[in-house]
């Protein structure tokens, strides 16, 4: 299971370089794609709004 960006996401950004496969794109919410996401939690480590969550 990949890490998920949930709906309190703001787009900021944060997430986007920390990514090493660039899995995660931009909306207005932004998406991690499941099939290239590593479950490295790279992402969720600095995200400001605590918007990502963990693979259950």
Not at 7 to 18: H, I, K, S, Y
Not at 19 to 47: L, M
Request: aromatic residues 4%; proline residues 9%; contains cysteine.
């Amino acid at each position: 299971m990949a890490y998920v960006i949930t709906d309190t996401c703001v787009a900021c950004g944060t997430c986007l370089p920390e990514c090493p496969v660039e899995a995660i794109s931009e909306g207005s919410i932004y998406k991690i794609d499941p099939d290239t996401c590593i479950e490295c939690g790279s992402c969720a480590a600095v995200c400001p709004t605590d918007s990502i969550e963990a693979p259950n």
